[in-house]
Each structure stands twice: as C-alpha cells, then as structure tokens.
C-alpha cells in the first residue's frame, strides 16, 4: 500500500500528497480509501501520539470540515466534507485510545490477533482458572441465598483482573513507544500481537465478572 502516492486536487489539478485540503487551493479533497489514520489527522505514522495535541487538531478538523460549511458547494465538497467527516470521527476514536490504537498498529503491520482470541494465552492460564473458580463459588453463595459474600468476593476478584489488564497496558504504551523509536523488529511485532490478544481476552474475563456481580447484588 503506497500511502506516499499523490493525488490531484478536483479544483486546481495540483498534485500533492493525500491531504483533507488541497496545500495550493485549500479546497477540500476527497481522501483515497487506501489512506491511514494519522494521514487523516495530520500526524506522523507512528503509534505514539502526543493526546492533547491530537485532541486539538481533531476539533480544529471538524470545524472546517463540518457539512454545513458546505451546503452552498460543488457537489465535491459536499460529498468530500461528508465522507471526510466520518473518517475523521473514526481516525480520531481510534487514535485517541491506547488499545485500539495499538490493534490498528498491528492491522498496519499486516497483523491481527483474529481467531486467537478463542483460545486462553498461557501467560493468563492460571488467572482464568482462579476466576472460573471464584465465579462458580460466587454463584453458589448467590443460589444459597448469600448474595452479599458473593458480592465482595467478585469486587476483589475484578480488582485483581483489573490490574492485570492496567500492567499490560503499560507493556502496550512501552511496545508502542519502541516502534516509533524505529525498531520494528519481528519480536516487537510478536510482543505487540500477544500483548493485544492478553487485553482482549482480560476485557472478556471483566465482562464475566461484571456480569456475575450484576447478578449478584440484584439477587
């Protein structure tokens, strides 16, 4: 995918790289559907971000780029602001957060965790056991009428998890950092794919917990 190839610009015909606007006339462009995220929002392509800035330049864009802007328009600035706009809402969504940045990193890469979601990663074995354990236990004391004990039992247990998921997060933020120091090795790749699969399976142990407690202090 050649995110460097130049398009022209509908308006002055000028050829510049993928761009909301167009650097000559500044008239608004309709972006190639092979363009990246950080192209959109007018960052380097790399997966460390400066989050206040992109925060910035995200509400800057969508001022200029808001549909209304464009009622009176050629036909291409209206569907361009359109188009544009919504890619924008997506680029930033993912951008702005750590984990969905870092799987679109990965989908940059040629990468995707996909089906190994399915399985448990072994460095979580022994934590998805003690949660199967202390989840059945919590269902018992809930169907023995002991609602309460199942509840605080199921507080300390999501801590517990959380933790875990708050650790790989900072393994994730260090991954990150180390490609955009430019060493995108096959190993970072590697760690970055198992630090990824880790959190996406840790978020569905949350969701299990959350659910049991739920169901816990409703009982």
């Known amino acids: 995918m050649d995110h460097s ?14 761009s909301l606007f167009c650097p000559r006339c500044q ?26 800035a992109l925060t910035a330049r995200y509400y800057e864009l969508s001022r200029r780029l808001h549909p209304d802007l464009y009622q009176t328009g050629a036909t291409e600035e209206k569907e361009a602001s359109l188009q544009n706009t919504a890619l ?31 399985r448990v990663p072994p460095a979580l074995a022994a934590l998805v056991f003690e949660v199967q354990e202390k989840l059945a236990e919590a269902r018992d004391n809930r169907t023995a009428g002991n ?12 801590a517990e998890v959380y933790a875990q998921f708050e650790r790989l997060r900072t393994t994730l933020a260090n991954n990150l950092t ?24 840790l978020r569905t142990l949350l969701r299990d917990v959350d659910k049991e407690s739920e169901a816990s202090w409703n009982g």
């Open 88 to 118: 924008l809402n997506r680029a930033y969504r993912t951008l702005r957060d750590l984990v969905q940045r870092g799987q679109y990193w990965l989908e940059l890469q040629g990468e995707q965790i996909g089906r190994e979601n399915n």
């Open 178 to 201: 180390q490609w955009s120091d430019g060493n995108g090795t096959p190993a970072l790749l590697q760690q970055l794919k198992s630090c990824l699969s880790e959190i996406a399976y």
């Open 5 to 18: 190839a130049p398009v022209r610009c509908w308006r002055c015909d000028d050829a510049h790289p993928a």
């Open 27 to 52: 008239a608004i462009q309709p972006l190639p559907p092979q363009v990246d995220y950080f192209t959109v929002l007018g960052f380097p392509r790399t997966p460390v971000v400066d989050e206040a």
């Open 147 to 158: 609602s309460e004990a199942a509840g605080a039992e199921l507080a300390t247990l999501r």
